[in-house]
């Protein structure tokens, strides 16, 4: 059975940095696409951050661009996304998804698995 399972959530103040970590089990992932998303109470889930196969091309949100880093760990089947200077604009839930690198681009139709979420909370 496959697992994603998401950490490093919680409430923070404005400019604080949190690190959130995915860890997979139930097959490898070195292949995929690393995604995270969010979604913020009564909004859409949105893409925040990519990172392909190899670790050597990402791709973020403009809305996150120069503060979020995502990163992974093949050989431990993680994903991480480090967030600075964080902003309440940035309080969701946050997911880490993999999926096929051909289809997982920056909307959600093309990651085949999903973590369970964490909350991260920005207060002002």
């Known amino acids: 059975q496959v697992q994603l399972v998401e950490s490093g959530g919680g409430l923070v103040q404005a400019g604080d940095s949190l690190r959130l970590s995915c860890v997979a089990s139930?097959?490898?992932?070195?292949?995929?696409?690393w995604g995270w998303f969010r979604q913020a109470p009564g909004k859409e889930r949105e893409f925040v951050a990519r990172?392909?196969?190899?670790?050597?091309?990402?791709f973020y949100a403009d809305s996150v661009k120069g503060r979020f880093t995502i990163s992974r760990d093949n050989a431990k089947n993680t994903v991480t996304l480090r967030m600075n200077s964080l902003k309440p604009e940035d309080t969701a839930v946050y997911y880490c998804?993999?999926?096929?690198?051909?289809?997982?681009?920056?909307?959600?139709?093309?990651?085949?698995?999903w973590g369970q979420g964490t909350q991260v909370t920005v207060s002002s």
């Open positions: 139930g097959r490898t992932f070195s292949s995929y696409t």
């Open positions: 998804a993999a999926g096929i690198a051909s289809n997982a681009g920056l909307t959600t139709t093309g990651y085949d698995y």
């Open positions: 990172i392909i196969w190899s670790g050597r091309s990402t």
